[in-house]
């Protein structure tokens, strides 16, 4: 553990101070939820840019910050330490946990060591197997819904992903809603969405999941683009739709960066005052460990998020 112990260099008079709640309580509340996501350092990569990001963005007072766990590459051993950073800057953590790739004694590890940091929310996730993957341990949990099931009941407030545009898995957008229903029914507190760049996808789903029962709060995923010729390849993979204002941007800016970072938070901005205008109360910004991006986007909505 590098940091446990170790004070956060946030100054007290810009403390947060919601660390340790619960998301469901947060979300619960009538201010609008910003919340941020952070990847912890890949393996042997140093901690520091991984800390000074997490202190930046705690400055920018999100009602909480997510920590992903084993995602492209990155250590997933890390991710109770960093969200026990998050904590010490005083903002409430949401630990991601992947269940596909590990076996039961190395999930109840990881619970451990998230009681251990005072982490009181988990992300429930399935996980992806690597492409050169051996085959999974053996009685490992196959879907995210089975992680859910193991950790209800453990105390935790618990959170899992959903699809605005179907999980690339699913056939039907309609089996992938029951999948969903059924992961809720199991134990879920709140959900968040993958990444979508047009609104009314978002809207559309989320009429449809009221219709088929999904009542827990929907908090929606926003990516600021700032790589346009990588996004075009990730958003291909994932059959996310990129409406033609947004492509026209990628085509315009995609190879000068510093007008693609300013048009992709501008693109992020107008979402996200779109959805709050919508009656949307929360957005996950996946900030990809630039607080830059973060705090550009703040700047943009301090008097629709408040103080
Ligand atoms: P599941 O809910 O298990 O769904 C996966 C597929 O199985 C879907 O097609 C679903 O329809 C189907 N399915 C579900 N239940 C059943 C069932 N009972 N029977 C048959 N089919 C079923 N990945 C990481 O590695 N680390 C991270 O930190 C991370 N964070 C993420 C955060 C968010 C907000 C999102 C949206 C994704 C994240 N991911 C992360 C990616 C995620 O792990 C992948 O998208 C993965 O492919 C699916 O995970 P899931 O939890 O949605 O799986």
Redesign the pocket.
Known sequence: MHFIGRPCQVRPHVFWYNSGMKIKDLLARARPSVSFEIFPPRKDAPFAPVKEAVERLARQKPSFMSV????SGNASANTAEVASLVQQCGVCALA?L?CLTSSRERIADEIRALKAANIENV??????APKDAAEPPPGCFA???DLVRALQGSGFCLG????PEC?P??AHME??IA??R??VEAGLDFV???MFFDNNVFFRYLSKLRDRGVTVPVIA?IMPVTNGRQIERICKISGTYLPSRFKAIVDRYGDNPSAMLDAGVVYASEQIVDLFANGVNAV?VYTMNRPEVAERIMANLRSIVGD
């Open positions: 992903t766990y084993g995602a991601h992947t992300l429930c996730l399935r996980g992806d879907h995210a819904v899992g992903a959903c699809y999980h898995e699913c089996d992938d999948h969903l059924e992961k968040t969405t993958q995923g996950h």
